[in-house]
């Protein structure tokens, strides 16, 4: 009995240890974008930012106005408007106003009061932003996001200057409270581990990977791949984006915004576990799948490596090493992206956290047969037949 559990704890610190390798590798293969320095285009390019805001009116103005203080040459700054129930409307006409007077970049506003069966709101929401715009570079941000002045001018240099098609930004999130900056490193951690980030700047390993809150694209790779149609009700459409541009041939590249670009990952609890659901379909409509992927983390790295420090002698020593490896692997990770620190050393409470809204979206989802998001319902056909990427393969399926 001694052995078998000195055996699975040795496993267990092994791979916790590669893991830990993996992360290490990650930090110098993704650069933070303030590290970027090239010189201006001959012509800067017009440059579109398109921002879906559905009932944001908490977060809107500041991070909007992070957006228009930008120093860029030829901006356009589209705002979509997704049927909105609080006071988004009438911030936006405010802001409108302002730039009646005001110089710097065009704001623009458009307003979606119904939206259309087999999309998902925010695919709808971008895909209409981009036909109000011209730029021809897009950003995708969300309504959130605070751009620091400088950082539009230092990414189109850059990518002019190396011909590279898509730019995502990982951005600094701020410290909320202790479960959201536990689960803040926990993401780090699953995003860096699954989508194998020491390779996502390797044209070879043509991978690509987009991040909700910060895409920036070459319009015309948008245009030829019909992005949004093809990914309308695809629940990861950050990751899809990037997936499909690179697989078309685009060169992709992903850097960490620290403080350049930052928002606030989730402001409640509450909105964390809503977060959650939207991706409840990609667990299947069981209730064995989800609670699977829910309790093996809480198993493996954590219940078992605890109960080895219990029993005490080699077994807690090979535990120690395990817990230490996952621990550093957060520290690591959480200090490059400029995530709060103080959650990279609470990863036992986003384990344990995590495991409940999983398990909790899960049997949501196997109950209504459908996912709610952001006040709307998709029913469970409706999602599967928009599902587009194959996280396994990081492939987008294409007709």
């Not at 400029?338 to 899960?362: C, D, K, V, Y």
């Amino acid at each position: 009995m001694l052995l078998g559990t000195l055996c699975i704890l040795l496993v267990i610190s092994l791979l916790q240890c590669a893991l830990a390798l993996g992360a290490r590798r990650a930090v110098p293969a993704i650069s933070s974008l303030s590290e970027r320095d090239a010189p201006p285009p001959a012509r800067w390019p017009t440059l579109s930012v398109i921002v879906p805001a559905k009932d944001e009116a908490e977060h809107l103005e500041p991070a909007l106005r992070s957006k228009l203080a930008s120093d860029y040459p030829s901006l356009q700054i589209v705002v979509v408007d997704d049927r909105s129930t609080d006071a988004t409307p009438s911030i936006l006409r405010r802001m409108l106003d302002e730039r009646t007077t005001d110089t710097g970049p065009e704001l623009r506003v458009a307003r979606v009061d119904a939206l259309p069966e087999g999309w998902l709101g925010k695919l709808h929401a971008l895909q209409r932003g981009f036909e109000a715009s011209s730029g021809e570079w897009v950003l995708l941000a969300d309504a959130d996001v605070h751009i620091a002045p400088g950082v539009l001018r230092t990414l189109v240099a850059h990518a002019e200057a190396q011909s590279i098609d898509m730019i995502a930004v990982f951005p600094e999130m701020r410290p909320v409270s202790p479960i959201i900056d536990a689960s803040i490193a926990g993401l780090l951690r699953v995003l860096c581990l699954s989508a194998r980030l020491w390779k996502a700047n390797d044209d070879d390993a043509k991978l690509g990977l987009g991040v909700g809150a910060f895409n920036l694209v070459r319009r015309r790779w948008i245009e030829e791949t019909k992005a949004f149609e093809l990914l309308r009700m695809e629940v990861a459409d950050d990751v899809s984006l990037g997936v499909l541009l690179a697989q078309s041939g685009a060169r992709t590249r992903l850097f960490a915004g620290r403080k350049d670009v930052s928002l606030v990952f989730q402001p409640t609890v509450g909105a964390l576990l809503r977060s959650s659901d939207k991706g409840a379909g990609m667990l299947g409509w069981g209730l064995f799948k989800p609670l699977a992927i829910a309790s093996a983390p809480v198993l493996v790295e954590l219940a078992l490596p605890l109960a080895g420090l219990v029993r005490g002698g080699l077994s807690a020593l090979v535990a120690a090493l395990a817990l230490a490896a996952i621990t550093v692997t957060h520290l690591l990770l959480t200090a490059h992206f400029a995530g709060p620190m103080a959650g990279a050393t609470l990863w036992p409470l986003a384990h344990l956290f995590n495991a409940f809204a999983i398990s909790r979206a899960g049997w949501l989802a196997w109950r209504r047969q459908g996912v709610v998001w952001r006040g709307t319902f998709y029913p469970r056909a409706v999602v599967d037949a928009g599902r587009r990427l194959d996280l396994g393969a990081m492939r987008v399926r294409t007709p």
